[in-house]
Every structure is written in structure tokens, then in C-alpha cells.
């Protein structure tokens, strides 16, 4: 059983950056894709950025390329996002995903999730 647990959202103003993390309980993600979606209210989940086991490859939204980096540390068992040029419509609960698949702009969510940390950026 995988456990995952973000931590880092908080709120900011528009323009600011934050940098999220999810810490994984096991050294098996090490082998998984691992992603973020988020989630603003009213909202379907939506796909935002995934990163490949060995971390070499990134994929993202197109709504946040070039404003976000995920990242991963396999000996920490943990994964980031980095978040620059926040915008309001970047509001959302943000999720951790193990197992994230899919390729190009079409992105699936795997069987694991975190429990999720908001952001909220203000205008």
C-alpha cells in the first residue's frame, strides 16, 4: 500500500510561487510515473504535470508549462512542483498521483492518491 501526503499550499498573491511536495511511505514509487492534478471547486480533476521514474522526462498542461516544474528526489521517496507566476485560476486543491499514464495532452490518473493541499492565489 502506497501512502502519499502533500504538503506546502498555502495562500498567495497573484505572481508569487510556491513549491509543493508529496512524500510517498514507500521506496516502490521510486518505479512509478508520478503526477499532480488539482482540483478547483465546482470543477472536474484536471491533469497538471507528470514526471517519469528516473525523472528525466516531464510532462505538463498546457495551462501551467512554463510556470511550473515537477521534480523528484527517489532517495527522499518524494515529488515537487514548483509553482512560479501564480494565477487566481491556479486556485485548487492540488493532488499527488502514483501511477499517472498517458502521453502528449491526454494524462490518467493511477491508483494512488494523496490527500490533497489548496492553494489559493488572490488577486
Known amino acids: 500500500q502506497v501512502q502519499l501526503v502533500e504538503s506546502g499550499?498555502?495562500?498567495?498573491?497573484?505572481?508569487?510561487?510556491?513549491?509543493l511536495?508529496?512524500?510517498?511511505?514507500?521506496?516502490?514509487?521510486?518505479?512509478?510515473?508520478?503526477g499532480w492534478f488539482r482540483q478547483a471547486p465546482g470543477k472536474e480533476r484536471e491533469f497538471v504535470a507528470a514526471i517519469g521514474w528516473s525523472g528525466d522526462t516531464t510532462f505538463y498542461a498546457n495551462s501551467v508549462k512554463g510556470r511550473f516544474t515537477i521534480s523528484r528526489d527517489n532517495a527522499k521517496n518524494t515529488v515537487y512542483l514548483q509553482m512560479n507566476?501564480?494565477?487566481?485560476?491556479?486556485?485548487?486543491?492540488y493532488y499527488c498521483n502514483a501511477g499517472t499514464h498517458g502521453s502528449g495532452s491526454t494524462w490518467f490518473a493511477g491508483g494512488y492518491w494523496g490527500q490533497g493541499t489548496q492553494v489559493t492565489v488572490s488577486s
Not at 85 to 93: I, Q
Open 9 to 19: 499550499g498555502g495562500l498567495v498573491q497573484a505572481g508569487g510561487s510556491l513549491k
Open 21 to 34: 511536495s508529496c512524500a510517498a511511505s514507500a521506496h516502490t514509487v521510486s518505479s512509478y510515473t508520478m
Open 85 to 93: 507566476s501564480l494565477k487566481p485560476e491556479d486556485t485548487a486543491n
